[in-house]
């Protein structure tokens, strides 16, 4: 039997089969994907062959290959990266510029990884209903920013549903990934989205305006006017995998775009003389915040940089 996966709970996943059923599978064996290291070698997304057994769980025998995925840098094992959904149409990250502030180095992160890998991202910027004067400022500023270089930017508030209209037209009959740090909403979002999904939601901590993991587990939930959102566990920071320092300026767009005017072809962007992207900077046509995270990024082949989780 084929089917998709739509859930995964660690060792167990939930299958979708093609004939409507839902079936708990375990994998059989060991899977090793091609090229990539991964803690998870089957994720929400996954379309997979089956093989049912007399206890009515099934086998995971094989993966079918992806279209594309969205990866990051495990946060304990360096080495290793974690899928975090597979086959998808497009990606919201949901980021919140206060209770908590998402960085802009965070943003910049997943949108270069989902750049990689071909996935369209949408900025969702959530809790703009607690958005004092100086708040709007910045958030004005970031979504300029970001949408002066073609990334859709949506300002909403899941709480009063201000905003939510222009996201529930984009969501129909596509699979979207949702992502985002912990405590920006994601959960509250997809309930208005979803009321009959009654996800689990917390708290923001008053001591260090952060949020709580409250999604435990990548699950996909069908939409009633067509297509599918995939929830995923917030997290805190987002490292880069498997990108060659001479590959990350393909996944900024504007650093990009400059680059073809280096006076070198194996041009770092770091220091060289005659570094059209440094002079990009210091005229304000790339943003200082975009320029520290693509340094950032440059500087991710330093392993010792992910020996504690973040």
């Keep these: ?92 990250l949901v980021v919140t510029v206060r209770e908590p502030e998402t960085s802009t180095t965070f ?34 500023h970031l979504i300029s920013l970001y949408t002066a270089l073609d990334y859709r930017c949506i300002a909403l508030s899941a709480l009063t549903g201000e905003g939510m209209t222009a996201l529930q037209e984009m969501l129909k009959d596509r699979i979207t990934l949702f992502s985002g740090n912990s405590g920006v909403g994601k959960s509250t979002l997809l309930n208005r989205i979803l009321p009959h999904a009654a996800l689990r939601t917390a708290e923001i901590s008053a001591a260090h305006h952060t949020g709580t993991h409250t999604t435990t587990h990548s699950q996909m939930l069908p939409l009633p006017e067509g297509g599918w959102v995939i929830d995923t566990p917030g997290i805190k920071g987002f490292g880069s995998f498997d990108m ?48 520290r995270s693509y340094l950032s990024m440059m500087d991710d082949h330093d392993e010792n940089k992910y020996r504690e989780a973040y």
């Design 244 to 291: 060659k320092p001479e590959e990350i300026c393909s996944y900024f767009r504007e650093i990009f775009r400059e680059s073809e005017h280096c006076r070198f072809n194996n041009c770092t962007h770091t220091h060289e003389p005659g570094c059209a992207v440094l002079q990009a900077v210091t005229e304000g046509r790339i943003s200082e915040s975009r320029y």
């Design 107 to 140: 943003i910049d992160r997943f949108l270069a990884t989902a750049e990689a890998y071909s996935i369209p991202v949408v900025l969702v910027f959530n809790k703009v209903d607690l958005l004092a004067p100086a708040d709007h400022s910045l958030q004005e």
């Design 1 to 92: 039997m084929q089917g998709i996966v739509i859930k995964n709970t660690g060792s167990w996943y939930t299958v979708l089969t093609d004939e409507g059923q839902q079936i708990e599978s375990k994998i059989k064996g060991k899977f090793r994907l091609q090229g990539i290291r991964s803690t998870n070698p089957v994720a929400v997304g996954d379309r997979v062959t089956i093989v049912a057994n007399a206890e009515g769980t099934a086998l995971i025998t094989a993966i079918e290959k992806r279209r594309n995925y969205i990866i990051r840098r495990s946060s304990n094992l360096s080495k290793q990266s974690h899928i975090i959904a597979a086959n998808v149409d497009q990606a919201c």
